[in-house]
Nanobody
Framework: QVQLVESGGGLVQTGGSTRLSCVAP????????MGWYRQAPGKQRELVAS???????NYADSMKGRFTISRDNAKNTVYLQMNSLKPEDTAVYYC????????????WGQGTQVTVSP
């Protein structure tokens, strides 16, 4: 079993900041693209940001400029720095590992709650 271990989150005030972390096994982290998704109450899961093994990043339009994804290859860790938080950012945030090959499954973390108080 492959486990993605997430940390961070919690209760944050509007306009505040927090950083999420996700640690993956080295054999996964070195090859897979890593990403963060979120799911708010009553809404579908959506991509927040992703980063490839080569460091190429992608952001949802509403996140660009506020959120930053990064990776530390020495620590097998991907981060999501979240700034200027809004109540609409309240959601469960999930770490994801994705391989381009169709026969290799994605891996997911358990999710961590981020609540932004108005």
């Amino acid at each position: 079993q492959v486990q993605l271990v997430e940390s961070g989150g919690g209760l944050v005030q509007t306009g505040g900041s927090t950083r999420l972390s996700c640690v993956a096994p080295g054999s996964i982290f070195s090859v897979y693209a890593m990403g963060w998704y979120r799911q708010a109450p009553g809404k579908q899961r959506e991509l927040v940001a992703s980063i490839t093994s080569g460091g190429s990043t992608n952001y949802a339009d509403s996140m660009k400029g506020r959120f930053t994804i990064s990776r530390d290859n020495a620590k097998n860790t991907v981060y999501l720095q979240m700034n200027s938080l809004k109540p609409e950012d309240t959601a469960v945030y999930y770490c994801n590992a994705h391989h381009g090959a169709w026969y290799l499954k994605d891996y997911w973390g358990q999710g961590t709650q981020v609540t932004v108080s108005p």
